[in-house]
């Protein structure tokens, strides 16, 4: 039977930092709707993460938006009084004032995703919750799909033409797997 109300709830948004993004953070959070700021995708040079990432925000699983600059104001007086300041770059600051924003924004519901301790330590000292991703050096391997550039249907197995609307297909990663 349920009981409701006695559960602590999850967190549904997740902020994730350059690291977290590369290293496959994107899949393991799948369940949750994952943010991130512009000066992250700038950090991610090669074709291949690019389109990656595209292709997730494409599927509406990763948004991209840039705190207010009072947000950062207190990222940045927060990293000076934990002392972290000298450890953080611009786009960790960016990172830690989104976190606060949607935190202050939406309640409870929001974790920044970071393996930088000097990330976490600011972010703790704001009242936002962390975790860390700790995902394992693996390799991993895209599975890819195809979808419509028309219509946005899915396709899991190559098409040259969209079976439904007959507009141009692109390819996109839909999950990662362990190789
Ligand atoms: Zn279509």
Redesign the pocket.
Known sequence: MERGGSRPKEPCIAVLDATAVLCGGLEVLREKLCYTVPEVLEEVKTTRHRAHLEAFMDLGLLKVSTPPGSYVNRALEAAKRTGDYERLSKTDLQVIALALQLSEERGESVELVSDDYAVQNVASHLGVKYRSLKVRPIKLRVKWAYK??????IQQEYVE???????K?RRVSLRREEV
Request: charge should be neutral; include cysteine.
């Open positions: 419509c550039t028309a219509c946005g249907s033409v969209c079976p439904i609307c007959g507009h297909m």
